[in-house]
C-alpha cells in the first residue's frame, strides 16, 4: 500500500517561502501583474486551431463530461462525473460505448506510458492506476497526515515517472478531510503535499512543461476574490515546486478548467461561459480553447458550442488533434502544432 510521507516544519516553511508572494495573494493581487483574458483582437487562431468538430453526444441523465484522455490505439476515453462513468470513442469506427461504470465520480484520467490508465476518483478520495488488460485497480494513493484527500480531480505525470494530481474540496474546506491541495506520488509509491491552501484556492488542471522544468496549475475557484488564473511552478530535480507566479489572469470571467500542453509548450485551456451560473464569475471569458504561450500571452481562440466546456487532451495522428469534453460532447478540434509526447522510460 502507499504510503505518506509528513512536511517537516523547516520544509513547509521553506516551500512556502519559495513558492513566492503570487502564491499566497488574494487572486486579485496576485494576478495585477500578468495578462489578462479580456482582449480577444488581434489573435492567430488559425495558425495553431482548425474548426471545431462535434464527434459525440452523450445521452446520459445526468451530464457533465470531463476527463478526456487517449490510448496508444486512438480510442477516447472520457468520463461523465454524476453518474460515474467512463465513456470510450473509437475513432474507427466512430461510435460512443461505455467503457466502466461504478467510477466513483471519476474525473481526470491520464494514460501512464506503460499504457495502464491513471484516474482521479472523486468520491472515493482516491487516485489509482488501472491494468487495461486485466482491468485491475490499484489504489496509488487514498490520504494524507491520516486524513483523506479532498476530492481527487486531474492529475499528469513528468519525465521521471511522478504523478502529480490536484485536489479540492467544494467551496469550503470540510472538517475530516485534507485542505484543496497539489501533491505528488513518487515511483516508491510515497505521497508529498507540494501546495496546499491558502496558497492555492482551487487548484484545477495540472500539466508539466516538456522539458519537464515547469508545473502549470490552474486555479478556479467561483467566489469573489479568489484565484481564477493559470499558475507556473519551477519544477526541482527532487519534484518540489519553487518561485510560484502568475502567468495569466481569467478574472473576473470563469477560469480554465482543465488544459494539455503541445510540444513548443503552448497550453491549450478549456474555460468561459456562454452564460452566468449561480457564482460570481462574469462572462469576460468567453468559452472555449484557449491557446497560452509559455510567456502568459494569449495567442488564439475557438469558441465551442456549449456549456460547460471542462477539459482538452492531444490524440490520433501525430498527435495533431485536440479532444475537447464540453457540455454533453465530444469534440475534436485540428491542431497546427503536435502535443507534448508522453514519457518513455529510457528515452
Known sequence: MPF???????????????????????????????????????????????????????????????????DAAGNVLFTNVPVSRIHKWNPRTRKLSVYRDSTNETNGLYFAP?????????????????????????????GFMGKPFAKPND???????????????????????????????????????????????????????????????????????????????????????????????????????GMCIDSMGNLYVAAGLHKTRETSETLDTKPGIHVISPEGKLLAYRETPEDTITNCTFGGAGLKSLYVACGTLLLRIPARIPGKSTYRPGV
Open 4 to 70: 505518506t510521507r509528513h512536511l517537516s516544519r523547516r520544509r513547509f516553511l521553506r516551500d512556502v517561502s519559495t513558492t513566492g508572494l503570487a502564491a499566497s495573494m488574494s487572486g486579485t493581487q496576485a494576478a495585477s501583474a500578468a495578462t489578462k483574458v479580456t482582449d480577444y483582437s488581434g489573435l492567430q487562431t488559425d495558425r495553431y486551431l482548425g474548426k471545431v468538430e462535434s464527434l459525440a453526444k452523450v445521452k446520459d441523465d445526468e451530464v457533465f463530461t470531463e476527463g478526456p484522455a487517449v
Open 114 to 142: 506503460d499504457g495502464s490508465l491513471l484516474a482521479c476518483e472523486g468520491s472515493a478520495a482516491r487516485v489509482t492506476r488501472t491494468n487495461v488488460g486485466t482491468g485491475k485497480i490499484e489504489v496509488l494513493a487514498e
Open 155 to 257: 492529475l499528469c505525470m513528468d519525465g521521471k515517472g511522478r504523478i502529480y494530481f490536484t485536489s479540492r474540496s467544494s467551496v469550503d474546506d470540510p472538517a475530516g478531510e485534507n485542505v484543496k491541495a497539489v501533491y505528488r506520488i513518487d515511483p516508491d509509491g510515497s505521497v508529498d503535499q507540494i501546495l496546499a491552501f491558502p496558497e492555492v484556492h482551487m487548484p484545477n488542471g495540472i500539466v508539466t512543461s516538456p522539458d519537464n522544468s515547469k508545473l502549470y496549475v490552474i486555479e478556479a475557484h467561483p467566489d469573489a476574490d479568489h484565484h481564477r488564473d493559470i499558475r507556473v511552478y519551477d519544477l526541482n530535480g527532487d519534484g518540489s515546486v519553487s518561485n510560484g507566479r502568475v502567468l495569466i489572469d481569467f478574472y473576473p470571467g470563469r477560469s480554465g478548467d
